[in-house]
């Protein structure tokens, strides 16, 4: 692929700082005017077999609802059996994996651009990523959202409207701003 010798997307996708450069821009126009297009297709089928035209690698049984909005696309890995209710937003600046049989609520977002805490950088408009990681088996509530760095395990459940922080372990429960385990989260049949 063309963007990834371009060494502003390696300092971005490996977490350095760096500034957006014309391929990028490029990319992120591109992808910014067919998400457009494609969330307004009403044909299940053609709508989401364009989206995933756009991103790096997605499984089978790829199910999302109008409308979805991502970065670049290059940088999300979606496993088999993922469905996405109404508008989800994946900012992959860095690297979004996405395990097999995840499920994201309506107003979902996953963010992985870490902008700078020191005011000076910040006005540069430079800025760091960290990836975001996803297990299996794995549902994310309405309106909760993911922050830089975070992975969650297998079996993982977030509540609706939580702010997840940090990284959780496989088979909880997490709620919250900022989340915090709510209890086990155990298989029951």
């Given at each position: 692929m063309e963007i990834e010798q371009d060494p502003a997307y390696q300092q971005m996708i490996n977490g350095e700082l760096y500034l957006e450069s014309k391929p990028l821009v490029n990319l992120r126009?591109?992808?910014?005017?067919?998400?457009?297009?494609?969330?307004?297709?009403?044909?299940?089928?053609?709508?989401?077999?364009?989206?995933?035209?756009?991103?790096?690698?997605?499984?089978?049984?790829?199910?999302?609802?109008?409308?979805?909005?991502?970065s670049y696309g290059v940088n999300i890995t979606i496993g088999d059996h993922f469905y996405a209710n109404h508008d989800v937003m994946l900012c992959d600046e860095g690297k979004i994996t996405i395990g097999n049989d995840v499920k994201f609520g309506p107003k979902v977002g996953l963010y992985t651009p870490k902008h700078p805490m020191d005011p000076a950088v910040r006005r540069t408009e430079a800025e760091r990523t960290a990836p975001i990681t996803i297990g299996n088996d794995v549902w994310v509530g309405g309106s909760a959202s993911i922050l830089p760095g975070v992975t969650l395990g297998?079996?993982?459940?977030?509540?609706?409207?939580?702010?997840?922080?940090?990284?959780?372990?496989?088979?909880?429960?997490?709620?919250?701003?900022?989340?915090?385990?709510?209890?086990k989260n155990e298989p029951t049949d």
């Open positions: 126009n591109d992808v910014r005017t067919k998400l457009m297009e494609y969330n307004l297709i009403a044909d299940n089928d053609q709508r989401n077999t364009k989206i995933k035209s756009l991103m790096k690698s997605v499984g089978n049984r790829f199910f999302v609802e109008p409308t979805i909005y991502f297998n079996n993982v459940i977030v509540g609706a409207g939580s702010v997840v922080t940090k990284s959780f372990p496989d088979n909880v429960i997490v709620v919250g701003n900022p989340a915090r385990i709510l209890r």
